[in-house]
Antibody, heavy 117, light 107 residues
């Protein structure tokens, strides 16, 4: 059974860097079939796609976050990560990792990140 | 970016009702359209991919269709567990974009 699990600090101070990791189990992150994605959901709002990474390290980000977001992959640990720099209160959200094949077919449970001093 | 719109933004329905939600893209996305269900406090769940393909394990009362430039999600015989918010999403190009959601609640 494929499972994804996000982890990372739940509280980040403004101007600092948000760092999250997604542990993948039940499938190799080195598979050439999937893209590994990050999505967030602002409080009471809809879903915002942040970006994804392919197993060889190719990345794509949504333009509004491209200058601040970095997604990386660690095939030895079967995990991928998100770093978002210079955060503000507007980055407070539930962050999800997900697998994309035909659609985002497996999601983590989500982790809440609050940006506050 | 491709903009996705959904209608209605919310609807009230009764158990057993047939419900249709519509999604439209700002440009052609071929059939690269997905539907998700999200319940409060939970991650979204993929229901339909490629506009009309039912994900394995999803009840057959859910169906997806295309009518011109409109993509439709239909729930035939609404069940209590179907009260949720539904999102469409395009994967035709990057960035991936979602519709704003349609909340289905109990009448």
């Amino acid at each position: 059974q494929v499972q994804l699990q996000e982890s990372g600090p739940g509280l980040v101070k403004p101007s600092q860097t948000l760092s999250l990791t997604c542990d993948v189990s039940g499938v190799s992150i080195s598979s050439d079939v999937y893209y590994w994605s990050w999505i967030r959901q602002l409080p009471g709002r809809g879903l915002e796609w942040i970006g994804y990474i392919y197993y060889i390290g190719t990345t794509y980000y949504t333009p509004s976050l491209q200058s601040r977001a970095t997604i990386s992959i660690d095939t030895s640990k079967n995990q991928f990560s998100l770093k978002l720099t210079s955060v503000s209160v507007a980055d407070t959200a539930v962050y999800y990792c997900a697998r994309e094949e035909y659609g985002l077919d497996v999601w983590g449970q989500g982790t809440t990140v609050t940006v506050s001093s | 970016d491709i903009q996705m719109t959904q209608s209605p933004s919310s609807l009230s329905a009764s158990v057993g009702d047939r419900v249709t939600i519509t999604c439209r893209a700002s440009q052609s996305i071929s059939g690269y359209l997905m539907w998700y269900q999200q319940k409060p406090g939970k991650a979204p769940k993929l229901l339909i991919y490629a506009a009309s393909a039912l994900k394995s394990g999803v009840p057959s009362r859910f169906s997806g269709s295309v009518s011109g430039t409109d993509f439709n999600l239909t729930i035939s015989g609404l069940q209590p567990e179907d009260f949720a918010t539904y999102y469409c999403q395009q994967s035709y190009n990057r960035p991936r974009t979602f519709g704003p959601g349609t909340k289905v609640d109990i009448k």
